[in-house]
């Protein structure tokens, strides 16, 4: 029988000594680099812009009916969380990953090259739509490649489905963005009760809702990718208000992000702040 060390050594101490010994050497933080992480943001993007934007473009067209927009975006996140999702986390949106951030879940510096992935997956999945359609003179009935873009890109005012103005929009898109985030960060806490398995179908399910609830009103953006996706092949009036569709879904992370790290469990700060202090203590 063992008896118990009568001077233990404080857990701080005992915490610094883990820091600096072999226990969190680079072959345990050793993950997908930041490369790899971007290629997966872009990959990921393109997939949720390529099945969402695709089931908007055309669901008019082919009497698809008002389910298959928030449907194809729903499976098109699904597919982007089961596949990348151990790699980059999946992100997918620029507003995640800024509340990530803000949630301190993610650290800031990887924050630029996860929404710079994030841009280029969504510009080719929206570019690829607009040069197919360009190939097509059977769609020259329903309008130009540009006008076509248009129907399926962010607005407000006049662009608006149900011609809401900016102000509605605006009110929309944060509330949208701020529940989306925190789905996210809930789904993915350490706490969560929801299985591995079953967050990609929560996640997915959240974001199709949450687009078809804002469709009357901008077109449901939700994300700043998505909404550049179209908007880069839409003429000069989408592009005026691509800026509604950056902003109002990047207070809505802020807020839901700041909330998480102010109210939300506290290790899931630690994991995060422990690996930036050991990159420190190897530099």
């Known amino acids: 029988m063992t008896t118990p060390d009568a001077n233990p050594e404080p857990v701080d101490d005992v915490f610094e000594q883990e820091l600096e010994s072999d226990v969190w050497g680079d072959e345990e933080l050793a993950g997908p680099s ?5 290629l997966a943001e872009a990959a990921g993007t393109f997939i949720l812009v390529f099945m969402g ?8 067209i082919l009497g698809w009916g008002t ?5 194809g975006f729903a499976i098109g996140m699904m597919i982007a ?15 995640v990953t800024v509340g990530a951030w803000l949630s301190g879940r993610f650290p800031g510096r990887d924050v630029v090259p996860y929404i710079i992935g994030q841009l280029v997956g ?13 190939g097509n003179p059977v769609l020259d009935q329903v309008g130009t490649p540009v006008e076509f873009m248009a129907a399926a890109s962010n607005g407000f005012g006049e662009r608006s489905p149900v011609q809401f103005g900016l102000l509605a929009a605006l009110i929309v898109e944060v509330i949208i963005a701020a529940l989306l985030v925190a789905v996210v960060l809930s789904v ?4 969560s009760r929801v299985g591995a398995a079953a967050a990609p179908v929560t996640i997915g399910l959240t974001f199709g809702f949450l687009v078809l609830i804002a469709i009357p009103f901008t077109n449901g953006a939700l994300n700043p990718a998505r ?6 092949y839409a003429g000069i009036d989408v592009i005026a208000q691509l800026w509604l569709f950056w902003l109002a879904p990047l207070v809505g992370a802020a807020i839901a992000g700041l909330l998480f790290r102010a109210f939300g469990p506290e290790e899931d700060l630690i994991i995060v702040e422990t690996i930036e202090e050991i990159e420190v203590i190897d530099d």
């Open 122 to 134: 969504g510009a080719l999945a929206g570019g690829l739509f607009f040069v197919l359609r360009s």
């Open 227 to 232: 909404a550049t996706s179209t908007a880069l």
């Open 34 to 38: 930041l490369v790899s992480r971007m």
């Open 81 to 95: 969380v089961l596949i990348f999702g151990h790699v980059s986390g999946a992100h997918a949106n620029p507003a």
């Open 67 to 71: 389910l298959a927009v928030p449907f």
């Open 53 to 60: 934007v695709g089931a908007m473009l055309f669901a008019t």
């Open 188 to 191: 993915t806490s350490l706490r």
